[in-house]
């Protein structure tokens, strides 16, 4: 009996320390120092209204939009709750059929040759908001096709949305396809009268 009062009260001491203090902490401090990734780091349009999140994958299959890497999330893409995903391996029959019918319909656009592999495969968490530069360049000339620009003026937009390795050493330059997509429809509310 005397070994149950004390581990009742470190249980409740643990449980206010590890459960409310260091979280309140930890929180206020992200919220002091990263405010905006804090909040989500929410893109807004010009009414304020949240259009997306640039940490979070968005579904674009309209041909004047860059497509973003495929979503393994159930339900519908890039669903935050269904975050995972699909432990398939290469040899898998389902993930075989499932990236060569991804291939043949970007074949079908108008890409030929190799298929960046970031656009037909999901990442392991199935919401990545990036794609490779490659990934971009290879639907260049379907996006400038469907919108009416040049094909050298887009390749420049996409030069300048391609993001450096961080720290020019971590990861691999990468394009975020929300914030490129954005900027394509800006350009077009920019130049109408």
Known sequence: MKEIRPAILMLIVLTVICG?????VVTGVAYAVFPKQAKGSFITDNSG????????????SDSKYFWPRPSATTDFGYNPAGSSGSNSGPTNP???????????VLHDTGIIGNVPA?????SASGLDPHISPAAANVQVARVAKARGMSEAELTKIVAAHTEARQLGFLGEPRVNVL???????????????
């Open 20 to 24: 409310g203090i260091y979280p309140a």
């Open 49 to 60: 209204k949240k259009i997306g999140s640039v940490l979070i994958g968005q579904p674009f």
């Open 94 to 104: 389902d993930f075989i059929k499932t990236v060569g019918d991804r291939v043949k």
């Open 118 to 122: 970031d656009l037909v495969e999901a």
């Open 179 to 193: 914030e490129l997509n954005l900027k394509l429809d800006s350009l077009k509310s920019q130049a109408a009268p």
